[in-house]
């Protein structure tokens, strides 16, 4: 079975498939010693070459996906210059190909990280065409009155642009430490794009300072509370579906067998290493630790 290259470089994780046709047309690729044109089918028995480095041929299957609960302090950059921990140094090993993080939650934020070994489909989703909402829960500091709420979701003009929430919301859980006199108070805020520290640079335009903030969901994906920081799921294929949908993305289910069985004995044995009864029977087969692959 062989299928075209540039969908073959995309399924290995190095870039969306349009990168992979603007690496074929200027010379870039090689296929068994020979450049390699748009169009060009490969086979599992082809040596496929960027840029002098060997390729990976990986069918294109059914995507692999998870959710990291990010903790404050780590990066998302796959080396820091400066020593500190990344988000990478706490993902399992791939047989093959790499992970790909869908979007990036700068140092002092936490929560929900998506990552996927599909190129394509790690670039739809950050691809603002498909307007995809993410959720957060924000605690501000200052005061927050009706009119400022209304300029955040009306829109307002920030250095790169136009930004905005689509909705704001006070976040009343019994957990957070919102009080009605108090100067910091949590609010649930959504919004459709993803540009750099956008929520942060949303409420400062305000005159009101951020000191915590938490993504909660992407898309149709939310963080349950059984994933501790610094942990990671597999999405099951409910999950992964909804993401493909999206997109408008399809999948086959190649592997999806051997996936399955894969996270099932890793999760049991973390269940019985946690000593955790009380998790809904759909969530036990889900769990992961970063401490499994280390």
């Known amino acids: 079975m062989s299928e075209k290259i540039h969908k073959v470089l995309a399924a290995a994780g190095l870039g969306s498939r349009r990168e992979a046709e603007r690496w074929i047309a200027e010379g870039r690729v090689s296929v068994n010693g020979n450049i390699s044109k748009i169009g060009d089918r490969v086979g599992s028995s082809d040596k496929i ?45 791939l047989p093959r190909g790499r992970w790909i993080s869908v979007g990036r939650l700068d140092i002092n934020t936490s929560g929900l990280l998506l990552f996927t070994n599909n190129g394509e489909l790690a670039n739809r989703l950050m691809h603002p065409r498909y307007g995809i909402s993410r959720q957060y829960l924000v605690r501000v500091y200052g005061a927050v009155n009706l009119s400022i709420i209304n300029r955040l979701t009306e829109g307002v003009v920030l250095n790169d642009g136009f930004g905005r929430f689509d909705t704001v919301k006070p976040n009343f859980h019994p957990r957070s430490d919102y009080k009605p006199i108090s100067s910091n108070k949590w609010y ?70 051997e996936i399955d069985r894969d996270m099932r004995r890793r999760n049991e044995k973390k269940l019985r290493a946690r000593g955790n009864t009380n998790i809904h029977p759909r969530q036990k087969n889900l769990v992961k630790s970063r401490k499994e692959y280390s």
Not at 66 to 90: F, S, W
Request: aromatic fraction near 6%; charged fraction near 30%; proline fraction near 5%.
């Open 188 to 257: 649930r805020v959504t919004i459709s794009e993803g540009r750099n520290r956008e929520v942060r640079r949303l409420w400062e335009s305000q005159g009101i300072e951020v000191n915590r903030l938490k993504r909660i969901s992407f898309g149709p994906i939310e963080l349950p509370s059984i994933v501790r920081r610094g942990e990671f799921i597999y999405l099951d294929e409910l999950q992964t579906r909804s993401l493909l949908d999206v997109v408008q993305l399809d999948a086959v289910h190649c592997s999806e067998k």
């Open 49 to 93: 070459i960027l840029d002098g480095k060997v390729v990976p041929y990986i069918h294109q299957g059914y995507p692999r996906v998870l959710m990291y609960n990010k903790p404050e302090g780590e990066i998302c950059t796959t080396v820091d210059e400066k020593g500190r921990t990344t988000v990478y140094e706490q993902l399992p090993r």
